[in-house]
């Protein structure tokens, strides 16, 4: 069954620096998002890709953040100059559909 | 603002019995409902849509909807320990955006 997968698993970092977290969405699926789950609290919505463009973003997705599909399969959320609150779980999704998401595994992001 | 409230719980129920998690929505014009379940640890993985009023039922799981008292639920039948685990109810806006709700941790006691 296909998934979505996303690289690294863990990503440690230090506060200032810039990372990049990478997602493989399901083939054929046309709607890339990207949400973050702070340790013990709610999913959050970052962002929605369609199109080669962002088609929403929440507050948080603020300067600090971008989204790029360079290749046509690879879906990639860049964080610059990280702060210590950025440490979470970020979770690539992906739908064939705008209805329906399923879920990559996550990128722990540790900002030391 | 937008809000989507469930009980935190733990929901503890025994082997067998059913297992009901329920979810209250602020957005009366919402349209689409999801129910994902999440492992600890582990990203959402989605178990149930509805869009429409009434029942679906996939297997063990049945969905409820009732968008005049803007309430969604879960039915889970014949709990198994497996099914323990935080179940987020999502609820899909007018942008596409799912509004997430904090999560009902239920535990299925052997």
């Known amino acids: 069954e296909p998934e979505v997968t996303q690289t690294p698993s863990h990503q440690v970092t230090q506060m200032g620096q810039e990372v990049i977290l990478r997602c493989v969405p399901i083939s054929n699926h046309l709607y890339f998002y990207w949400y973050r789950q702070i340790l013990g609290q709610k999913v959050e919505f970052l962002v929605s890709f369609y199109n080669n463009e962002i088609s929403e973003k929440s507050e948080i997705f603020d300067d600090q953040f971008s989204v790029e599909r360079p290749d046509g399969s690879n879906f990639t959320l860049k964080i610059r100059s990280t702060k210590l609150e950025d440490s979470a779980m970020y979770f690539c999704?992906?739908?064939?559909?705008?209805?329906?998401?399923?879920f990559g595994p996550g990128t722990r992001l540790t900002v030391t | 603002q937008k809000e989507v409230e469930q009980n935190s719980g733990p929901l503890s129920v025994p082997e067998g019995a059913i297992a009901s998690l329920n979810c209250t929505y602020s957005d009366r014009g919402s349209q689409s409902f999801f129910w994902y379940r999440q492992y600890s640890g582990k990203s959402p993985e989605l178990i149930m849509s509805?869009?429409s009023n009434g029942d679906k039922e996939d297997g063990r799981f049945t969905a409820q909807l009732n968008k005049a008292s803007q309430y969604v639920s879960l039915l889970i039948r014949d709990s198994q320990p497996s099914d323990s685990a935080t179940y987020l109810c999502a609820v899909m806006d007018s942008n596409y955006q799912l509004i997430w709700g904090a999560g009902t941790k239920l535990i299925i006691k052997p």
């Open positions: 509805i869009y």
């Open positions: 999704a992906s739908g064939g559909t705008a209805y329906e998401q399923y």
